[in-house]
């Protein structure tokens, strides 16, 4: 089992740039495959991006692609996204998520384990 907090969500220009940590507990941080989605109020939670166990595959949704970075840190058992070039439409609770399967894995009934969620607001 793991456990996930996210941090680094804030209120930002559009144009500009937020960096989203995800912590995990756990030993076995290695194992997971991890994944960003957010949520726009009175919409659907949606996938962002998700990145293998090693890192050396990443996947990301066609709104977010040439903008957001995914990436990991084993060592710190932390994933992190890194969001430029905001837009108002980014608005939205950013999740991160844990499974077990292998990537591919954009459906949120793929991941076993959620954090909390951090709020990005980008303003025009």
């Known amino acids: 089992q793991v456990q996930l907090v996210e941090s680094g969500g804030g209120l930002v220009q559009a144009g500009g740039s937020l960096r989203l940590s995800c912590a995990a507990s756990g030993r076995t941080f290695s194992s997971y495959t991890m994944g960003w989605f957010r949520q726009a109020p009175g919409k659907e939670r949606e996938f962002v991006a998700y990145i293998n166990w090693s890192g050396s595959s990443t996947h990301y949704a066609d709104s977010v692609k040439?903008?957001?970075?995914?990436?990991?840190?084993?060592?710190?058992?932390?994933?992190?996204?890194?969001?430029?070039?905001?837009?108002?439409?980014?608005?939205?609770?950013?999740?991160?998520?844990?499974?077990?399967?292998?990537?591919?894995?954009?459906?949120?009934?793929?991941?076993?384990?959620?954090?909390?969620?951090?709020?990005?607001?980008v303003s025009s």
Do not use: H
């Open 66 to 121: 040439g903008r957001f970075t995914i990436s990991r840190d084993n060592a710190k058992n932390t994933m992190y996204l890194q969001m430029n070039n905001l837009r108002p439409e980014d608005t939205a609770v950013y999740y991160c998520a844990a499974t077990l399967r292998s990537v591919p894995v954009v459906q949120t009934t793929e991941y076993d384990y959620w954090g909390q969620g951090t709020q990005v607001t």
